[in-house]
């Protein structure tokens, strides 16, 4: 099993097909779903399909989200990290071939940091490690907690665009500026 980073509170790991129940847990729960366009998953077989494209984009992309393990107690509480969205099917905002900071949780594990802990180590990743040009952060404008995520984490607001039948906020960082800042 690959251990990408551990942050102080979290391992994050490949996803593995063990992750199962963890994922129907996190993508049936309507709450979570409130942003992400309304529409929780109804089966297993469907977390069993999006973990298997989470691995197979670790090989064909390079990079993919990852499971977050709290530390603490074990538990799979969601995932967070990189996704290389490539192709005309996940364009977004007239954009393709750009890599995205993302992260969904499971409800009792929000509101203690880690949306942020695990972003920051995965913008570290991007940049230090992979030498990605630019990261990219999307959030839909009255998801608040992921807009201030992306914010605390050093992302540049570029601009608002509409999104499916509502309005989403853009964010960037390239690596030049993410030098700036570390220095
Ligand atoms: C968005 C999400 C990942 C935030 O996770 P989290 O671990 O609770 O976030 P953090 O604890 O790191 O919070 C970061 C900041 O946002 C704030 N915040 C988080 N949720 C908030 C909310 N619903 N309303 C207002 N502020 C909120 C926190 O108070 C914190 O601010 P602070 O540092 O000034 O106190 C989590 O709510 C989630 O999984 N949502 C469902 C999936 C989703 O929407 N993903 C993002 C898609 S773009």
Redesign the pocket.
Known sequence: MKIFVETERLILREILPTDLEGMFELDSNPV?HK??GNKPIKSREESEKYIQSIREQYIDRGIGRWAAIEKSSGDFI?WSGLKFNTGEKDALNGKQDFYDI????IPRY???????ESALVALNYGFKVKAYETITG???IG????N??LQ?IGLNHIEDFNYEDTKASWYELNIKDYAKIMS
């Open positions: 979570v942003y992400l969601g993302g992260y969904r949780f929000w509101g203690k940091g880690y949306a942020t999307i959030a839909l998801n608040i907690g992921s201030k995520v605390k």
